[in-house]
């Protein structure tokens, strides 16, 4: 007997309407579902779309006025996966400051460096939300990697808001604020590509990728406590959705 643990996922509208209905009266599901079977079960259809299981949307997808919005980590997580379209994604430099990071989208002449500084918040006015005063360069990271992800890929994001395009002003944990529309940041060109910000970590992305096996895949858990990533990293995030695809595959 297996000790896997099965990952529910709906196969038809009706088992992911019973899911949601389920899932709706759990009491860990965040405030604004919690007993809203239908706004479940938008989070589930919409994360569907992206390629992600019901629960990985519920982490991943607000839903605020109406409207699906994803998250800063899910939406790197979802370009840097897809190997096919994004060559690289790079963290190439994170401070209280500024944050800068750099993609090459395959078939692309060149590579697009973006940045956004805390000048560019504080011309967008949000340096008065208290997650900016307590957490600024995580902040930069969630703008600055929202933005790059919809400047370049926006067929693999398909055109989702970002949390603050529908609610500037609401407080949320760093990992919920992606970057806001009134203040764009600089986009640049570059033919020449850095190395590596993180040498094991690319290591590693590598790995999780290639991985052919759940045996291999569980392997490299060791290699990524030892990063100490914090339960939102983008890499812990594919990891998961790796584990997955390997777990259909064996299912299949």
Known sequence: ???????????SLEEARSLSSTISKASLLPDALRGKEADVLMTIMTGAELGLGPMQ????????????????????????????????????????????METKRVGD?????????????????LLSNDNWKRFPAAMLRARCGSAICKAVYSDLTLGLYDPEEIEPSRSVEPRDVTP?????????????????????????????????????????????????????????????????????????
């Not at 800063?72 to 996966?81: F, G, H, I, K, S």
């Open 1 to 11: 007997m297996s000790n896997e643990i099965t990952i529910i996922t709906p196969k």
């Open 109 to 125: 002449p060149v590579a697009t460096t973006l940045s956004f500084t805390i000048e560019d918040a504080k011309a967008a006015g």
């Open 57 to 100: 949307s519920i982490r991943s997808i607000d839903v605020i006025k109406g409207k699906p919005t994803l998250k800063a980590e899910a939406m790197v997580a979802l370009v840097r996966r897809r190997r096919d379209v994004c060559e690289y994604l790079v963290l190439r430099k994170s401070d209280a400051t500024a944050c800068t």
């Open 180 to 252: 806001p529309r009134a203040s764009p940041p600089t986009i640049e060109s570059t033919a020449t590509a850095l190395p590596p910000v993180d040498v094991a970590r690319e290591a590693l992305e590598l790995a999780v990728e290639s991985a052919q096996t759940l045996e291999t895949l569980t392997s490299l858990v060791p290699q990524m406590q030892a990063l100490k990533m914090r339960g939102d990293d983008p890499l812990r995030l594919r990891w998961g959705a790796r584990r997955y695809e390997l777990s259909k595959a064996v299912a299949a």
